[in-house]
């Protein structure tokens, strides 16, 4: 399954651990990443947990997790069409 993804922006969530605390720009406070990405010319945008993409996460890293996403969601279209 071939797609096309370009990575058009990222913007980094941040969330205290500790309720009522401040937030800062920590690792520990690192809370996910919403990527917007062009999938085959259509626009998406992915919220993605820590568990899904590490704060270090690189441009490839995170094509690999939207190709992962898109390939996912159509093998269960695909599979919903075939009942």
């Known amino acids: 399954m ?5 990575i058009e922006r990222t913007s980094i969530q941040w969330k205290s651990p ?6 800062r720009r920590v690792p520990d406070h690192y809370f996910g ?7 085959d010319g259509e626009e998406n945008i992915y919220r993605l947990k ?18 992962t996403i ?8 695909e599979t919903e069409n075939a009942k």
């Not at 071939?2 to 370009?6: A, G």
């Not at 898109?70 to 279209?77: A, G, I, M, Q």
């Open 2 to 6: 071939s797609n096309n993804i370009i």
């Open 18 to 23: 500790i309720p009522g605390t401040p937030t």
């Open 33 to 39: 990443r919403n990527v917007h990405a062009l999938v």
């Open 50 to 67: 820590p568990k899904d993409i590490a704060l270090e996460a690189t441009e490839e890293d995170m094509i690999n997790v939207v190709k």
């Open 70 to 77: 898109v390939d996912n969601e159509k093998e269960v279209k």
